[in-house]
């Protein structure tokens, strides 16, 4: 499969625990992006790398949250001393670097439950 | 006022009929406009790119009004397989970031 995958699929953690989701893209896509989605809701943009560097995190985004791709190639998002709110699926999406570089492509997301 | 606002529905149509789908957004720098579907549960996928001119795929047809910053989307000959939700989503302050709307449920019925 050649395709966005996650890793994991689900994730059950205690309040206040740290949590990290790995992400890998499509392995042409030098972007890649992170987002958030609770249900009845669209995706909310958290983060965004162009290769290695990440060149924007939502504002809305605590600092709780980090999130790396350190070789340019898979991605890491990490949830520190996590809340209830924190509840919902995270969603990795790449794309490439052309004119059509806003088509992004999602992978299976993982869904996250605080409790 | 949201960023990109859809009616939620849901919209239940039979099997055969045409529907359509409108989405408004607020930014009117926007420049890049997009249809994706998402099934219960599961990721979003790329639908189609909305274009000046228009663009049809299919049974599929997005147009674009700037004038009114608004988006449709129109389904023809519905399929049960296009029950799904439709999310209207437009390029942010920045070409890359994405604005999605909340999604609009459809139904089709047999």
């Known amino acids: 499969d050649t395709g966005v995958s996650q890793n994991p699929r689900h994730k059950i953690t205690k309040r206040g625990q740290n949590v990290t989701f790995r992400c890998d893209p499509i392995?042409?896509?030098?972007?890649l992006y992170w987002y958030r989605q609770t249900l009845g809701q669209g995706p909310e943009f958290l983060t965004y790398?162009?290769?290695?560097?990440?060149?924007?995190k939502s504002r809305l985004l605590s600092d709780r949250f980090s999130a790396e791709r350190p070789k340019g190639s898979f991605s890491t998002l990490e949830i520190q001393r996590t809340e209830q709110g924190d509840s919902a699926m995270y969603l990795c999406?790449?794309?490439?670097?052309?004119?059509?570089?806003?088509?992004?492509?999602f992978g299976p997301g993982t869904r996250l439950t605080v409790t | 006022r949201k960023e990109v606002e859809q009616d939620p529905g849901p919209f239940n149509v039979p099997e055969g009929a045409t529907v359509a789908f409108n989405c408004t957004y607020s930014?009117?720098?926007?420049?890049?406009f997009f249809w994706y579907r998402q099934d219960c549960r599961k990721e979003p996928k790329l639908l189609m790119s909305?274009?000046?001119?228009?663009n049809e795929d299919g049974r599929f047809t997005a147009q674009l009004n700037r004038a009114s910053q608004y988006i449709s989307l129109l389904i023809r000959d519905s399929k049960l397989s296009d029950s799904a939700t439709y999310l209207c989503?437009?390029?942010?302050?920045?070409?890359?970031?994405?604005?999605w709307g909340a999604g609009t449920k459809l139904i089709i019925k047999p």
């Open positions: 989503v437009v390029n942010g302050d920045s070409n890359y970031q994405l604005i």
């Open positions: 999406a790449s794309s490439f670097t052309t004119s059509a570089a806003y088509e992004q492509y």
């Open positions: 909305v274009y000046s001119s228009g």
């Open positions: 930014n009117s720098a926007s420049q890049s």
């Open positions: 392995s042409e896509h030098n972007r």
């Open positions: 790398f162009q290769n290695e560097a990440q060149l924007e």
